[in-house]
């Protein structure tokens, strides 16, 4: 993708793909602007804000059902866990048009809304979370906060989250990346140029009559570079968390 960024269509057929050709970076990069209209740099930041925003409440959604799930005895518990497996098995293209039907009737299409609150919903994240409880936070700690007068908000934000954070950053890994990579929902739920993400932004390059590979793919690679930066930032967590997974 690095390669084939800085270079025109006729050298994308003429030139081996792993070969540089002549460089094209900064008029891809015009090429870009102009064809967004100066608004690509806006759908990257408006798939930051979708997926960070997403991915932080659909975390702390997760756990704490997760947590729930796994600690108390809630009533119909089992039909609970039984119906979050069964939306593993669900596809999330399946559910974009009744989630669009549902959106409608709310009037929350083309706003940020129709696009954040499904993400944040996440049946594995909850799946993950109830195991890591299960594994990480023994019953005698919960029980010796609520003997301290802890209440079970407070033993839950102060304790069990601590205790959960290499799951967290797992979870919110998996959002973060199934909310940017999303495009069906954001393509049927968002008609206003300025709340695209980039993904579907650059699907609108691609369907042009006659469209800029190289500057397609220098789109691509820019709209990456804040995927990377995550993984990179958080890998130290993530290596923690599979390590203390090892150990127990």
Known sequence: MIISATKSNPDLVTTPGLLPAGNNIVANYTTVMEWTQFQF?????????????????GTLLSVAAGYGLAKFAVPGGRIVQGAVLAGLLFPI???????YLMFHGLGLVNTVWAVIIPSCVSPFGVFLGRIYVEAS?????LEAARLDGASELRTFFSVV???????MVTIF?????????NFLLPLMMLNSTELKPVTVGLYGMMSYFNPQYGAVLQGALLGV???????????RY???????????
């Open 225 to 235: 570079l804040p995927l990377v930066a995550l993984f990179l930032g958080l890998q």
């Open 93 to 99: 293209a399946l559910l974009t048009v009744p989630l």
């Open 161 to 167: 989250l601590r205790l959960l954070a290499p799951a």
């Open 41 to 57: 740099w806006r759908w990257v930041a408006n798939s930051v804000g979708y997926s960070l925003v997403a991915g932080l409440v």
């Open 173 to 181: 890994l998996f959002i973060f990346v199934a909310t940017w990579n």
């Open 137 to 141: 936070v023994p019953d005698e700690l």
């Open 238 to 248: 993530w290596q923690a968390g599979l390590a203390s997974g090892a150990v127990k």
